[in-house]
């Protein structure tokens, strides 16, 4: 679906200007699946955002074959997960708008045997710079690995800023509204940073004042229910954060930039990030991201609840039976 795009301008927080959605390359558009055994990701060749995702070990309705989908683009709700590159010389802040990437599969499969699959996407600017977009899915993981490649064929260096981004249609979705417990549970936008283990940032939030955070390391994310979309920078960098709601939308975005990263003529340079969007496993998500795994809210007594999840796994692994563990 055509959708209005707003990434944030390198070096600045709290600023989100609009850029077109029209594409700066003559490559035809495209959707492509990637699959792994526990994911099934649609990307869009326009900008490579993941427009789609499938969640294959849990099913929308007990009995059914039919998996739960997270991420969507459909008309009347939308929920997708965006990232690009902005800077002085990053694709997604070319006057033209953003770049279609050229991929050489339309569907790309985890084989038996194989411990991740990778997508590779490129698209080449009018100087000869090679961005190579990488999206690697791994074998029972949730973790999505978006990473840039730069390889800088020009003659004059070349400036970068990547960013990663949740957008999300702010009215509850028709099919959820009616359900007690999906309507009691949090829907919306929390954070983590050196200060703030965790924090949720609302949808009311957002419209009130855009996030505006800077800090080392951290994740911005989404939360629904039993599940949750979250960008993981790396660690060691200085990250801001930001938030903005799209007027006559109806959408909310909250999102990070990583620092800026310069390469210089006939060099190449590597940026990496990491995306979560699955359930809420705390296990998993505490090794993507410090703190992560206390999207998993257990109220004013975790520190009670925590503990005492930790036991009941323990005693899952022995006994393979939930109801003996409880």
């Known amino acids: 679906a055509q959708t209005e795009h707003f990434v944030p301008e390198a070096g600045q927080t709290g600023d989100i200007p609009q850029v077109s959605e029209q594409a700066n390359a003559t490559a035809a558009r495209k959707l492509i699946t990637v699959s792994s055994d526990v994911l099934k990701l649609t ?27 997270l991420l969507t683009s459909k008309p009347e709700h939308l929920y997708i997960a965006q990232s690009g590159l902005v800077g002085r010389n990053g694709p997604d802040s070319q006057a033209e708008g953003r770049p279609t990437y050229e991929a050489a599969q339309t569907s790309y ?17 009018s100087k000869g710079v090679v961005f190579t977009k990488e999206f690697i899915l791994k074998r029972g993981d949730y973790a999505v690995g978006v990473d840039y490649k730069i390889d800088n ?7 970068v800023q990547f960013y990663g981004q949740l957008k999300q249609t702010v009215a ?36 009130d004042a855009d996030l505006n955070k800077t800090t080392k390391g951290g994740w911005v994310a989404m939360l629904q229910h039993y599940f949750v979309s979250a960008w993981a ?17 109806g959408q909310a975005i909250i999102g990070y930039k990583a620092p800026l990263v310069d390469v210089a003529a006939g060099q190449q340079a590597e940026v990496t ?37 930790w036991l009941l796994t323990v005693f899952h692994g022995f006994v393979q039976n939930w109801g003996l563990a409880i």
């Open 273 to 309: 990030s990491k995306l979560w969007v699955g359930p809420k496993l705390q296990d998993q998500m505490a090794k993507v991201a410090n703190h992560l795994d206390l999207t998993v809210d257990y109220g004013w007594l975790w520190f009670i609840a925590q503990p005492l999840h």
């Open 153 to 159: 064929k020009s003659t004059e260096p070349v400036q």
């Open 233 to 249: 920078p790396n660690a060691d960098d200085t990250n801001s954060f930001y938030s903005r709601v799209i007027p006559g939308k």
């Open 109 to 125: 499969q985890l084989a038996d045997g194989q411990d991740q699959v990778v997508v590779p996407m490129t698209w080449t600017d």
């Open 43 to 69: 990307l869009d060749t326009q900008g490579g955002d993941i427009v789609s995702a499938e969640l294959l070990s849990h099913k929308l309705e007990e009995g059914k074959d039919q998996p739960f989908v």
């Open 172 to 207: 509850t979705p028709k099919d959820q509204e009616g359900h007690a417990m999906v309507a009691s549970a949090y829907r919306g936008g929390a954070f983590s940073t050196e200060d703030t283990r965790y924090k949720k940032y609302t949808f009311d939030e957002m419209k």
